[in-house]
């Protein structure tokens, strides 16, 4: 007889990325559903961001995203998708992101304590020095 596993469900919103890929495909599948034209996503190292989207339609995803807990990319993501509909974080943006994300103020802040507590905070910080010299 066949040896059955069963691996435990994960806990909702907790889940991580499977790979690159997996990141790569939410984002294409969140811009269809948010109505944008679907990006084109480089995932690479970056010293002061989570994520950035440029207006020609690329969206470059930190690789540290992959280390963190699903529901904080997808926020990452969201965020830089409703950049091409309100390029500010005014009330447009906000009234989009209520919509597409109920709980994105959840997940920002716990991406932010995240962030508090890597090496993502202190090359901010060091940005922001140089910066003002
Ligand atoms: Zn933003």
Request: proline fraction near 5%; hydrophobic fraction near 45%.
């Amino acid at each position: 007889m066949k040896k059955v596993t069963v691996q435990p469900p994960l806990p909702t919103g907790r889940e991580c990325w499977l790979d690159a890929e997996d990141m790569r495909w939410a984002a294409k599948h969140w811009a269809v559903r948010i109505g944008v034209k679907v990006p084109i996503v480089v995932i690479r190292q970056m010293r002061t961001k989570w994520a950035s989207m440029s207006l020609g339609g690329r969206m470059t995803l930190n690789t540290d995203l992959l280390t963190l807990p699903k529901d904080l990319g997808e926020f990452v993501i969201v965020h830089e998708l409703v950049h091409l509909l309100a390029p500010n974080h005014g009330k447009v943006f906000k009234s989009f992101m209520h919509a597409y994300l109920p709980d994105w103020q959840g997940r920002e802040k716990a991406l932010r304590q995240r962030e508090r507590a890597s090496l993502l905070a202190i090359n901010k910080q060091a940005n922001a020095r140089s910066r003002d010299r």
